[in-house]
């Protein structure tokens, strides 16, 4: 462009009116221009063709022209005229035609082709003086001694920094506590002195950063600016740009620093208030969160907004470095817009949703106490402040859970409109693939939970009863509504869905403990040759002696059978501890074998065979007559004892 403050007033005032008719006309007729270039700077632009040269040809032809004379030394640029011919006015330096002005252009600019061309001719002089005055050798070398001036000046900044700010370095590492006072807040520390002087320290640091960046800056703008073939370069923004971002780049090393700092001395902080400022948090005597844990926790939360802060930064300062340099601005409203857009969004949805947000709230509240009433309801009854005839008190808290969750179902089909999204064909395609997903891969589980329901109410059992479910046998110590665990006599916990327990026979041992009481039998085997009142006695005897056993209802016995080679004999006696039916059968079995030992009957079971004269009777001798004698031992009818002249008698 045109250096005006180089030109003279008279020829400062011609360029400008040439410019003023140059634009209006310019407005008021096309737009359609071209310009006229010398040495990189526009002096004017052409409106129209003249003969066989187009509007631009034409452009290109006088600058061209122009170029060539400025690369000439030998011209002198006051020589070019004003030749006025029949139907052109042109500008001659010497026999060389420059560019010739037509009526058109005149019509053009609103003036006569005469005084058009003494603008033109003005203008394109004062260019060519001042051009040539910049690539003089006077020029170059002003500019050679002001460079090296710059240059030593930033030399002298730069070994001046090298001495003041480590002295000033030094001054601060070297202040004392009474120098620097720790600050306090009603009376909390709030920054030691230690800590202010290290603040210090990286402030001074960083105005010597700061200081020598502009240095370098005004140095490079100031020497280019000083030069004809670097002037015209855009440079400053491009300088100005790069250290921009070497000041952010230092800015944001020193906020991560700083981060990582603040964060180490949280942590410190966290540290020691354990046990003092941070204590275990309890509900009544139930500890809910420890101290060491509450610790814990505000670790992993400075360390997430540590995180979070150093993405945020981090995203800014690749916006701002975009933002500094014209070929990537674009880019930079680019990355903005990915973060700003989505947040917008988000900040219309919930300011859209704020009314539904408000009546969820009420839903909720309202269902909420009424998941209470019913909860307080059921209690009572679980306590046995209410009663029902025909309502068990262990029905209460299955029936209460099986309210909530209508409630809680209820709850959610109403409130379920009201979400974001909940028109949305994606929203209800996934609520259809979850319930069908749920509907494929729940059918044991709800039959089990059914199960458990049927279960709750048959009431075939309750928690602590010693039971037999098909062939497992043990303790209830779990119900719910899918399983139901049982613990053996050995220990091991089994568990049963419940679809198999409903599916079982039940055997509950422990149904009667609260009557009269359960009975437990076992059985032996006498032979005939033993009284069967005896056989009674020391059974029932045997019985009295066993911990655990009823005296009352007296022990009975129960003679089962009549076999081939003994009698059985089943005794039953009545207990209430039933999950000691393993112990109580051991002693009773080993009472019954000392009782017969010391009573001299001999339990048959298992029979064995033995060999006996036959001729003498089985029954008891107190049966016998006082004189029954057994008969001789006989062989077909032969006396093999002596007997024989009886026999034949």
Not at 215 to 231: D, G, I, N, V
Request: proline letters at 3%; charged letters at 20%.
């Amino acid at each position: 462009m045109i250096n005006f403050i180089s030109l003279k007033p008279f020829r400062f005032i011609v360029v400008i009116l040439t410019i003023l008719f140059f634009h209006n006309f310019s407005f008021a007729q096309t737009d359609e221009k071209f310009p006229v270039v010398l040495d990189s700077d526009t002096l004017f632009f052409i409106h129209n063709g003249i003969g066989t040269f187009s509007t631009e040809k034409r452009a290109e032809e006088i600058s061209s022209k122009l170029n060539s004379l400025l690369g000439n030394d030998r011209i002198i640029c006051d020589s070019i005229k004003v030749v006025k011919l029949e139907e052109y006015s042109l500008l001659k330096l010497g026999d060389e035609s420059i560019m010739a002005i037509s009526k058109s252009d005149a019509q053009f600019a609103d003036t006569t082709e005469i005084r058009l061309a003494e603008i033109l001719r003005e203008v394109i002089v004062t260019k060519l003086k001042t051009t040539k005055e910049l690539y003089s050798r006077k020029a170059i070398i002003n500019n050679s001694l002001y460079s090296i001036l710059f240059f030593s000046l930033f030399i002298i900044f730069l070994w001046f920094s090298t001495k003041t700010f480590p002295w000033v370095y030094k001054k601060i590492k070297m202040f004392n506590s009474d120098e620097l006072k720790t600050i306090r807040i009603k009376g909390k520390v709030i920054f030691k002195s230690s800590i202010i002087n290290k603040l210090l320290l990286i402030l001074s640091k960083g105005v010597r950063f700061v200081i020598s960046l502009f240095a370098l800056y005004l140095f490079l703008t100031k020497t280019l600016q000083l030069w004809p073939y670097t002037r015209k370069w855009d440079l400053q923004p491009v300088i100005e740009g790069i250290a921009l971002l070497i000041f952010y780049t230092f800015l944001l090393i020193a906020i991560g620093k700083g981060a990582a700092l603040f964060q180490r001395y949280l942590t410190m902080k966290c540290d020691s208030w354990n046990g003092t400022k941070i204590r275990s948090i309890k509900i009544k005597t139930i500890e809910v969160l420890s101290a060491e844990r509450t610790v814990d926790f505000l670790k992993l939360l400075t360390k997430v907004v540590r995180f979070g802060l150093l993405i945020i930064i981090i995203y800014s300062y690749i916006t701002i470095a975009f933002s500094l340099f014209s070929f990537s601005k674009t880019w930079a409203n680019t990355l903005l817009g990915y973060v700003l857009t989505p947040l917008k969004l988000v900040v219309y949805t919930f300011l859209n949703f704020l009314p539904n947000l408000f009546f969820i709230i009420v839903i909720v509240f309202v269902f909420n106490y009424l998941i209470k009433a019913v909860k307080f309801f059921f209690m009572e009854i679980d306590k046995g402040t209410l009663e029902f005839p025909g309502f068990h008190r262990d029905w209460a808290v299955p029936t209460y859970k099986i309210v909530r969750f209508m409630i809680i179902a209820l709850e959610v089909v109403v409130i379920f409109p009201y979400l974001p999204g909940s028109n949305s064909p994606a929203f209800q395609g996934v609520s259809v693939f979850l319930g069908i997903l749920f509907s494929f891969g729940s059918g044991s589980a709800i039959s089990n939970m059914v199960a458990g329901i049927v279960l709750t109410y048959m009431r075939p059992f309750k928690i602590g009863d010693r039971v037999k479910i098909a062939d497992t046998m043990g303790d209830i110590m779990e119900k719910t509504l899918l399983i139901t665990r049982i613990r053996t006599i050995k220990n091991v916990d089994i568990t049963i869905p419940n679809s198999m327990v409903l599916g079982a026979h039940i055997v509950n041992y422990s149904s009667s403990d609260k009557g009269v009481g359960l009975i437990l039998n076992t059985t032996v085997t006498i032979g005939y040759d033993s009284p069967w009142r005896q056989i009674h006695e020391l059974l029932i005897s045997a019985a009295f002696e066993t911990k655990f056993i009823l005296k009352e209802p007296k022990p009975f016995v129960l003679q089962t059978s009549l076999d081939d080679f003994y009698v059985s004999y089943e005794i039953n006696a009545y207990t209430k501890e039933s999950n000691k039916m393993a112990i109580i059968y051991s002693e009773l079995h080993s009472k019954i074998q000392d009782k017969f030992n010391e009573a001299g009957v001999e339990i048959m079971s298992p029979h064995y065979g033995a060999m006996r004269d036959g001729n003498q009777t089985a029954i008891p001798p107190d049966y016998l007559p006082k004189e029954y004698k057994a008969p001789s031992f006989r062989i077909f009818g032969l006396d093999l004892f002596g007997n024989q002249n009886k026999t034949k008698d």
